[in-house]
């Protein structure tokens, strides 16, 4: 079982940043794929960004040249720095992670970002 905790949400003005991680815990890992998704009222939860366990990175279009996905193998933790946020990028982040044995979809518990004009 993989848990995953999510932090650093919070209320931003345009034009700034936030930094989210997520903390994965738990044993067995075998941690495949970790990827940040948002998911904002009344839409479906789309991908922001993933990055695998051999390093390929991939974003959505909407946030190319303003977020970066980082990991940190040796803490089993995901990163995502969101510059010159937009209102647009309001929305619950959440945290997914493809690990464990047999290999699973696991979930955080969501962070809300929350972007003010």
């Known amino acids: 079982q993989v848990q995953l905790v999510e932090s650093g949400g919070g209320l931003v003005q345009v034009g700034g940043s936030l930094r989210l991680s997520c903390a994965a815990s738990?044993?067995?890992?075998?941690?495949?794929?970790m990827a940040w998704y948002r998911q904002a009222p009344g839409k479906p939860r789309d991908l922001v960004a993933r990055?695998?366990?051999?390093?390929?990175?991939d974003y959505a279009d909407t946030v190319k040249g303003r977020f970066t996905i980082s990991r940190d193998n040796a803490k089993n933790t995901v990163y995502l720095q969101m510059n010159s946020l937009k209102p647009d990028d309001t929305a619950v982040y959440y945290c997914?992670?493809?690990?464990?044995?047999?290999?699973?979809?696991?979930w955080g518990q969501g962070t809300q970002v929350t972007v003010s004009s």
């Open positions: 738990g044993s067995g890992f075998n941690i495949r794929l």
């Open positions: 990055i695998s366990s051999s390093g390929n990175i």
């Open positions: 997914y992670a493809f690990a464990g044995w047999p290999l699973s979809n696991y």
